[in-house]
Structure formats: C-alpha cells, structure tokens
C-alpha cells in the first residue's frame, strides 16, 4: 500500500534551519511528482513547494529563497530544507502524492518557530 512518513519536524527559534524528509513506498516513486504542503492551526492546508519526476522544483512565493525541495529516487524520499524560519512557518507538514486518481498523504511532522 502507499505509504508516506514525514520526519525532521521540531522546536526553532525565528531565524533557524530545519530539514524534513519524507520517506515514500507501496509506489513506483521515481514517476510521480511530490509535494510539501503544510497547515497551521485554525487554517486551511497550503501547498508550499512541489517536485518533478526530474527534479525540477517550484515554490510558493514566500518559500523562495529560503526552502529548497529535492527527491533522491534511488532512496525513495523527497526533503524539504528550511532556512530563514519565521514564526509564521509554524504548521504542521506534510508530504503528498497523486496517484490512482486520489491525493496520498503523510501523518505529518510539527514545526515550531519561537520569536
């Protein structure tokens, strides 16, 4: 079955780094693209950086810059590293797929930036 288990997530003061990695299986992950969406408290869920089969990358605005996203297929994991955090990062993250005409989601990891 598809799984995916986000890890990396943990407590930063504003300004610090942090790199989350999800680890992909149950799919043939080197033909799928990946996202990094995340959601604070009392909000919607919001796609924050994307990945191509071929590693080409895209981010939302306020991620440029600052997150880098990349996927190593013969490991079947995609990363997203965070510089520059702000206390407004603080959500919880998650990776996602689509496949089999439904989107496929991690448990999610806690991010937490202090000011």
């Known amino acids: 079955q598809v799984q995916l288990v986000e890890s990396g997530g943990g407590l930063v003061q504003a300004g610090g780094s942090l790199r989350l990695s999800c680890a992909a299986s149950g799919f043939i992950f080197s033909d799928y693209y990946m996202d990094w969406v995340r959601q604070a408290p009392g909000k919607l869920r919001e796609w924050v950086a994307g990945?191509?089969?071929?590693?080409?990358?895209m981010y939302v605005d306020y991620a440029k810059g600052r997150f880098t996203i990349s996927r190593d297929n013969a490991k079947n994991m995609t990363y997203l590293q965070m510089n520059s955090l702000k206390p407004e990062d603080t959500a919880v993250y998650y990776c996602?797929?689509?496949?089999?005409?439904?989107?496929?989601w991690g448990q999610g990891t806690q991010v937490t930036v202090s000011s």
């Open positions: 990945i191509t089969r071929g590693g080409a990358p």
């Open positions: 996602k797929t689509y496949l089999n005409g439904r989107d496929y």
